[in-house]
Structures are given as C-alpha cells and as structure tokens.
C-alpha cells in the first residue's frame, strides 16, 4: 500500500513571508534611523566601569555623517542577508516537497539528492536543482543570481565592488530585480504609461494593468553599491514574486505527479513581525 503523507504549504509559504517581514521592517527602521537629524546616540553603553572606552562618545559633526552612512550599509547588508538566507531556507522547504512527491510519485528515471545535502547548497545552486524538477526561468534565475552576489558583495567586500563580482563579459556588475510596472489601457487602446498616469483625469476610464518587469543597475568595479531605499522595497517584492511562483509550481508538479488535495500557497497578509515569526 502506498504511504500517505500530507503537504501543507501554510506554514511553508510563512517561512518566506516572515523573512520577508522581517527584512522590509528592519531595513526601514535602520535605514531611517541613519538618516535622522539630529543623529541617534551611538553610545552602547554608560554603565560599564571606568577604563572600557571602545569608541568615543563626542564625534565631530564629520565622524556622525560618517558613522551613519557606515551604518546604512550595515543596515542594508543585513537586511539583504535575512532576505536571502530566508528565501534559502524556503527553497530547502520546497526541495523537501519536491522530493516526497518524486519519492513517493516518480518513476525512478531522475536521479535526487537527499534534502539534507540540498540544504547546504549555496541559493544558485539550489535554484540549479529545483530547475531539474520544476520551471523557473532562465530570467528569474539570473535575477536571484544577482541578488545573492549583492549579499556578498556587501558580506566580503564592505559593498565595494569587487573582481569576484564582475561580469568579464561587461566589466560590470549588474544587479537585477522585479518591480511592478503600472499603465493604463484606454478605451481606443492607447497606454498610459506609470510616468503619465497620476493627477491625470480620464473622462472614460481605463484598465489598470500591473506586470512585473526586470530592472537593471550596473556597477563598475571599485564602485560602492548603493541601493535607495525604494529599490529595496522592490528587492523585497521581487523575492516574494518569485517565491510565490516556485511555490505555485511545485504544487503543479505534485499534481502533476499523481498527489490529490494540496492547495495553493496563501498570499500573505500585511502586518507587522512578531515573536511568533518563524
């Protein structure tokens, strides 16, 4: 008899959101803070005994602007750490799916590996495995790719771009993400791109139409990485669109496979992080 087993994409799908959540709230309220006049104190501490001086506590008005603009790329390593070591340990969950329904399912022909190996692979080759089971495009794969170079350029290289980073291709480094583009189609077919669409009055209406589009940056080597604020909130949407996709077509492949009864992927609620985050 064949064993039963029940997948429920719930608490799968929350692991990413909450990394998500996570990310989103804590690279605003860094990268606020680094940004606030007058400065935040830096001081840790006050209270630790006399002669335990690290840092000291009165800065010139040179060293607060440095002290800040240091932090945000702290803020925004971090940050783009948890986003991506989050969306690993996602892909981990969904490989772990992958591979009951090929277990239980498949017909021997493809060859898997234990979850337990998947798990220490770095994102990229993640993505080169799942890619054996289920689509992910050649785009998307690229974007994801890109990100994770970002993480380790701010990781190994102070956001500094460095030789491990360029393409030799271009000589650049080229970061990639999604972003939801808006228009509008009208009643005679015209589009009204985003650029043009707001304060506009239409006396007939039109249909807002929403698609997600690749954005590009391109980075010359030695050339810090800045990311503003508004791109990492689209850094933060990418990833959930294409976690959500993958998510969404490992289900098709379980269908697909023979397994019965699994639902959608939930679309996350908007709310803020709490101790209960995975």
């Not at 692991?15 to 830096?42: C, K, T, W, Y």
């Not at 840790?44 to 945000?72: C, H, M, W, Y």
């Not at 690993?88 to 017909?107: P, Q």
Request: aromatic residues 8%.
């Amino acid at each position: 008899m064949r064993q039963l087993f029940t997948i429920d994409f719930e608490p799968i799908s929350e692991i990413l959101n909450s990394g998500i959540r996570r990310a989103d709230v804590f690279m605003g309220v860094g990268l606020n803070a680094s940004e606030q006049v007058p400065s935040i104190s830096h001081v840790l501490s006050r209270d630790t005994g006399p002669g335990v001086i690290l840092v000291k506590e009165e800065l010139s008005d040179q060293e607060r602007n440095d002290v800040a603009n240091e932090f945000g790329k702290w803020v925004r390593a971090n940050g783009i750490r948890e986003l991506l070591e989050t969306f690993s340990v996602y892909l981990t969950e969904i490989y772990n799916v992958v591979f009951m329904v090929e277990t239980a399912y498949g017909d021997g022909t493809k060859r898997i590996m234990p979850v337990s190996r998947f798990e220490r692979l770095g994102i990229n080759y993640q993505i080169e495995e799942l890619r054996r089971f289920i689509p992910i495009s050649d785009e998307r794969r690229d974007i994801l790719k890109s990100l994770n170079q970002a993480r380790n350029c701010y990781a190994h290289r102070r956001g500094l771009v460095g030789a491990p980073d360029i393409d030799p291709a271009t000589n650049q480094f080229e970061l990639r993400w999604l972003r939801l583009r808006y228009q509008i189609l009208l009643e005679d077919g015209t589009i009204l791109p985003e650029e043009e669409m707001f304060g506009v009055y239409l006396e007939k209406g039109g249909v807002l139409q929403i698609q997600p589009v690749t954005e590009r940056h391109q980075y010359s080597y030695g050339e810090e990485l800045v990311i503003p604020k508004d791109e990492l909130k689209h850094l933060c949407l990418c990833v959930h669109i294409i976690g959500q996709s993958i998510g969404e077509e490992t289900v098709n492949f379980a269908l697909a496979s023979g397994a019965t009864n699994i639902g959608e992927p939930s679309r996350p609620e908007a709310r803020a992080i709490s101790a209960q985050d995975p």
